[in-house]
């Protein structure tokens, strides 16, 4: 995703300009510009790749001033090309970054090229700079000339605006794309997110839909949706410019687990408009690859790979696409027969993992045309070797248990899923409920948390365990696997995950009273089959926890405890019940004393097959 930096100060402006650019980079971006006025010009430059080169070419041909804009940008109209990069001129006399996506440009485009504009990029972007150009020669005031601009737009976008001819003022606004105002002393910023300003400023107002801010340096004033002043308030951000803590929380986990209705937000802003989703959100490509592929081959290595399983479901049960997963480790051995019409899709947090990338190069060499990553680290290697990409933006995860990054990973394959099904048998109807569940799901996970004191207390029954069985049906087999890594990664509990209709095929060998089965209990079609594997736990002596929906009738008794879980979607339910089995894990790694950030013998980032 696009990330915008800006500032008006009484000093140079650039350096922290660059400084919020490579803040913003785990966000994901193909290149990288920066704009200041001057001397009465605008001075510009762009580069192609990582904002390290930008910052190179500003060293070889510097440039200062005390209004700039900045932006790295990630394609969805017009390829990755220095062309391409933000800020967008017009006449050498407007400058304009943005994030979103318009989409009416192609109208506007005819239209201002009838007027006699050149276009010098392929983005939709330079519409918006042209028309501001134009109604800046009608009104002869910036703000006016960029509110009569948005009247025309359609679509989603975060914009900050400078113009030569008013060297005083930064114009910032939003619909459908986040964008923040940093307060200094005498001076302003503006950017994409908190973490690009941290090192300038700890104050923060956080623009609404429709706002539009003109910035001075010892002025504010913001208009809402109707064009009316409106003081918004103004926050003080926890966050530290030195480096990522943990804030209020006793470990990154704990604080990553809490971090996901954010993160889930992030991964939905700006990708969907009226809760539609763009497909460009996937590469500017990405509609003439979906348009040409006829399954899916999911390559994914632990908790990615549990997405992945959850994600087969979802493409096969809901738009009836073929789909097929493998672990990373292990593709290349079976030696596979892949359909060159396949899309390969990898999915890794770090986008670094040897496996993964080994097996992506090796789908390649068999023929396959088409590949997209989901990966939460731009400029990874996985990013780089992929034609499609999709970031998570769940942004730095600390812990080496993943939570925040597992769980946009969901959203993301799920977003995937409805791109690549109004191909297939995904309906409308079906369509418009996925994303709407979608876009509730970060109430629901904060739902799910108000239940972290009882999670907690439940866990002290597992202090002297030293085994548990995960159970659970249908996706909600995949969320049991997730649950029982997370419990034995970090508290050393071993434990195992079951469909849990294969209990008689073994696994009921292992109950006794001093084996906890924890079981995922939503309100689906299996539930029944479920309850009766339930039974046959109980009539064993077997001590039952069940993770159930709310609106169930069940009572629990000596040998069944029973957490509640807020009634969601089936669609989404996967996700949501990944939730408590995380507290669950991390209270009672607490409990045991273990390193709960750091667990032994495991790594972040497996870089080595």
């Excluded at 969805?76 to 001129?89: I, Q, V, Y």
Aim: glycine content about 8%.
């Amino acid at each position: 995703m696009c990330g915008i930096v800006g500032g008006i100060a009484q000093r140079n402006v650039v350096p922290i300009l660059i400084e919020g650019l490579k803040r913003l980079e785990y966000r994901g971006y193909d290149s990288a510009g920066l704009a200041v006025v001057s001397d009465g010009e605008i001075h510009r430059h762009r580069e192609l790749g990582k904002v390290s080169g930008l910052e190179t070419l500003i060293n070889n041909e510097p440039i200062q001033g005390t209004l700039g804009i900045a932006h790295t940008r990630w394609a969805t109209h017009g390829k990755p090309s220095r062309e391409n990069a933000h800020p967008h001129l017009s006449n050498n006399k407007v400058a304009v970054v943005h994030n979103g996506i318009i989409e009416n440009y192609q109208q506007l485009k005819a239209a201002q090229q009838a007027q006699g504009y050149q276009f010098s990029s392929e983005t939709d972007t330079e519409v918006i700079v042209h028309e501001i150009h134009a109604q800046l020669q009608q009104s002869g005031d910036l703000l006016t000339a960029v509110k009569n601009t948005l009247a025309k737009l359609e679509g989603a976008y975060a914009l900050g605006v400078m113009c030569k001819d008013f060297p005083d003022t930064l114009i910032a606004c939003r619909v459908g794309s986040p964008l923040v105002i940093g307060i200094g002393i005498g001076e302003y910023f503006i950017a994409s997110d908190v973490a690009a300003l941290l090192p300038v400023t700890q104050r923060f107002i956080f623009l609404e839909e429709g706002d539009v801010a003109e910035i001075k340096c010892n002025q504010l004033q913001i208009y809402d949706k109707y064009q009316q002043p409106v003081t918004r308030p103004v926050k003080e951000s926890l966050l530290k410019a030195e480096s990522i803590d943990k804030g209020a929380y006793r470990h990154y986990m704990l604080k990553e687990i809490y971090e996901q209705p954010n993160a889930i937000s992030e991964t939905l802003e700006g990708r969907f408009i009226g809760q539609k989703l763009q497909e460009n959100a996937f590469g500017h490509n990405a509609a003439e690859v979906f348009d040409n592929i006829k399954s899916i081959q999911i390559i994914a290595c632990g908790t990615s790979y549990h997405a992945g399983l959850i994600a087969r479901y979802w493409f096969e049960r809901l738009a009836r696409v073929p789909c097929h997963i493998d672990v990373a480790s292990e593709f290349r051995y079976r030696h596979p027969v892949i359909a060159a019409d396949t899309l390969v899709v990898t999915i890794s947090q770090s986008g670094e993992t040897a496996d993964t990338l080994a097996a992506l190069k090796e789908a390649k060499k068999l023929g396959v045309k088409y590949s997209l990553a989901i990966c939460n680290v731009p400029e990874s290697s996985l990013v780089r070797e992929s034609d499609l990409v999709l970031m998570t933006r769940a942004g730095a995860e600390i812990g080496v248990a993943s939570t925040k990054a597992f769980t946009t990973q969901l959203v993301a394959l799920l977003m995937l899923v409805i791109a690549i099904g109004r191909r297939f048998e995904l309906s409308p109807d079906l369509e418009q409920k996925i994303s709407a569940a979608l876009f509730d799901l970060p109430g629901k996970i904060n739902e799910v948390l108000k239940l972290d004191g009882q999670i907690e207390t439940l866990a002290k029954q597992f202090a002297e365990k030293h085994h548990a069985l995960f159970l659970g049906r249908g996706s909600h087999y995949p969320v049991a696997m997730e649950g029982a890594l997370k419990l034995k990664e970090i508290s050393y509990i071993h434990a195992e995950a079951y469909p849990a209709g294969e209990l008689k095929h073994g696994p009921l060998a292992l109950i006794d009273a001093d084996m906890p089965v924890i079981t995922v209990a939503p309100n689906n079609s299996l539930l029944e089959k479920l309850k009766s594997n339930m039974q046959e736990v109980s009539a064993r002596g077997g001590h039952l926890i069940v993770f159930m929906d709310e609106t169930l009738e069940a009572h629990a008794d000596q040998d069944t405890e029973i957490m509640r879980i807020p009634a969601v979607e089936n669609e989404i339910s996967p996700i949501v019940y990944t939730v408590p089995l995380q507290l669950l894990s991390y209270h009672v790694a607490v409990l045991k004393g273990t390193d709960v950030d750091q667990p032994r013998n495991l790594a972040k980032s497996v870089t080595v097959e």
